[in-house]
């Protein structure tokens, strides 16, 4: 099975300091991905990694920057964190496959609740 | 932007088929259906996907229609675990930006 490791599942933060989540999948997955979760907006794209040191925003990357040195490690970067940014952060990685094959599922983590006071 | 519309919440009973449906009016030619489960404290989980016709696996089916302006995700005699949220997404293959995966829809199933 697929394992995507968020590094904690919890993380209490100030306003203004720099935050890292961090994800590490074990599949040699090409494709990773970031997301936020909040109550009935559903999930956001906020960056996408589709190979090492390549990135691409998504809908909401206002804020956040990302960093993939690693194929297996993909970095969310909160630069300066603001309280709405609070919310449920979510990684996910996913194989590139042929198009015959349509889009590959993509694998998640359990999530990072962030809440910046 | 091909965007879903699906139920906020449905209710049913152990043993019960449900049927859940998405529109998306705004497919495009070279779009995927995907449907997606979601337990509380946990991501995402692939159930199943789609482009045309019937598709079935080991825990769902769907069943996209001629003009695939919608979908229809059927899961067979749900239990108590399947109370989840479920989102239904379409993308053109590799395009990650144009994933939309909405509010979804939440079932309750009762006992």
């Known amino acids: 099975d697929v394992k995507v490791t968020q590094s904690s599942r919890y993380l209490v933060k100030r306003t203004g300091e720099k935050v890292f989540l961090e994800c590490v999948q074990d599949?040699?997955?090409?494709?990773m991905f970031w997301y936020r979760q909040d109550p009935g907006l559903g999930l956001r794209l906020i960056y996408f990694s589709y190979d090492v040191k390549m990135k691409e925003k998504g809908d909401i990357p206002e804020g956040y920057s990302v960093s993939r040195e690693k194929k297996e490690r993909f970095s969310l970067i909160l630069e300066s964190a603001s309280t709405n940014q609070t919310s449920m952060y979510l990684c996910?990685?996913?194989?590139?496959?042929?198009?015959?094959?349509?889009?590959?599922?993509?694998?998640f983590g359990d999530g990072t609740r962030l809440s910046i006071l | 932007l091909a965007k879903t519309t699906q139920p906020i919440s449905m209710d049913s009973y152990e043993g019960q088929e449900v049927n859940i449906t998405c529109s998306h009016n705004?497919?495009?030619?070279?779009?995927?259906i995907t449907w997606y489960q979601q337990f509380p404290s946990q991501g995402p989980r692939f159930i199943i996907q789609g482009y045309k016709t019937k598709v079935t696996n080991e825990v769902a089916s769907l069943f996209i229609p001629a003009d695939r302006k919608s979908s229809t995700l059927s899961l067979p005699r749900v239990s108590l675990s399947d109370t989840a949220v479920y989102y239904c997404l379409v993308s053109l293959y590799g395009n990650f930006n144009k994933f939309y995966f909405g509010s979804g829809t939440k079932l309750n199933v009762k006992p």
């Open positions: 705004n497919i495009a030619t070279n779009d995927y």
């Open positions: 996910a990685s996913s194989y590139s496959g042929g198009r015959e094959d349509g889009n590959q599922p993509q694998h």
């Open positions: 599949m040699d997955h090409e494709n």
